[in-house]
């Protein structure tokens, strides 16, 4: 068997990507030691383009055995980071380090200095890897992603939205504009600049809403009485998997500490275990969201852990 690699080529690859994400997904018991298919999705539409400028001409990098896609090289967002998502039957020291050096050479960045930086994620407990990168000079440090998800064949509680607050699908015209206002506010401390210039030119949530999983009835907003956005949800439901993504999830400063985000994730589990959603994912970074996630979806499953190296 011989393992080719190259370049992402055309939006035919994208809809392989999508396919191969979707494969693994399953052979991996729907954990998500590869991507799950919606944050290829967003990750095309939102960090890549809208964040980075760049497309997946740009970060894609593919290897394939006997023309069948095998594994997928890229960043969630800019370069200087790189996500390995390999099919378990073809996973070996060989493809992860020569998927390492593609990634030093195509998505590593220079800094100031002149010194070359790269980051690269495994899970916990993937020990393949995690001795890869520690032979080759990474170190675990950075970011860690705790992941959680639910069995949505189990019971999901009920949990009334706070008074004064009405929550519903995100509504189309005037209330998008509603919808980047909040984004501003929502992740970045409430900086009215950042809100502002969200709301001005709406182009980057209209290219999140082109992704063929987005859902405008899984795109759930907490609004105020005075018709403002407090706090949003999106959910990304793959029908074929009969899994879904939450992303992202934030609450506006001023209507925090309300249960707003708890009960939106939980008409969320509501609406995907009507649809016949099987699986519920989301993941956390911090301490505070890491909480909620957990009494919420579901205890943690494992942490996907960033591994660097400057060089």
Request: net charge negative.
């Amino acid at each position: 068997m011989e393992i080719k690699y190259r370049t992402y080529q055309s939006e035919d690859d994208f809809w392989r990507m999508r396919a191969f994400l979707r494969e693994v997904f399953v052979l991996n018991d729907f954990r998500e030691r590869a991507w799950h298919v919606a944050r290829l999705e967003y990750a095309r539409w939102h960090t890549v383009l809208n964040c980075a400028n760049l497309t997946l001409h740009d970060v894609a990098h593919l290897w394939e055995a006997d023309g069948k896609l095998i594994a997928i090289a890229m960043p969630d967002g800019g370069l200087d980071e790189a996500h390995f998502m390999i099919h378990p039957q073809y996973d070996s020291r060989v493809l992860e380090e020569e998927m390492l050096a593609v990634a030093e050479e195509k998505l590593s960045i220079k800094k100031d200095n002149g010194e070359q930086l790269l980051a690269v994620w495994a899970m916990e407990d993937d020990h393949l890897r995690r001795e890869m990168l520690a032979d080759h000079g990474y170190e675990r440090k950075g970011w860690v992603e705790t992941q959680h998800r639910r069995d949505l064949t189990l019971p999901i509680p009920e949990v009334e939205g706070p008074e004064g607050y009405t929550l519903r699908s995100l509504g189309d015209g005037l209330e998008l504009l509603e919808r980047c206002y909040a984004s501003g506010l929502g992740f970045h401390q409430g900086d009215i600049k950042i809100a502002v210039e969200n709301r001005d030119d709406v182009t980057w949530y209209r290219n999140i809403q082109t992704a063929p999983l987005y859902r405008r009835d899984l795109d759930l907003v907490a609004v105020a009485s005075d018709g403002s956005i407090a706090s949003f949800c999106t959910i990304w439901f793959d029908d074929v998997t009969r899994s879904a993504y939450f992303e992202p999830v934030a609450t506006v400063p001023a209507h925090q500490r309300r249960g707003l985000s708890r009960a939106l994730l939980t008409m969320g589990l509501h609406r995907l275990k009507r649809m016949g959603c099987l699986w519920a994912t989301v993941a956390g970074f911090e301490p505070g969201p890491n909480r909620l996630y957990e009494t919420t979806v579901g205890s943690e499953y494992g942490h996907y852990q960033s591994w660097v190296k400057t060089w």
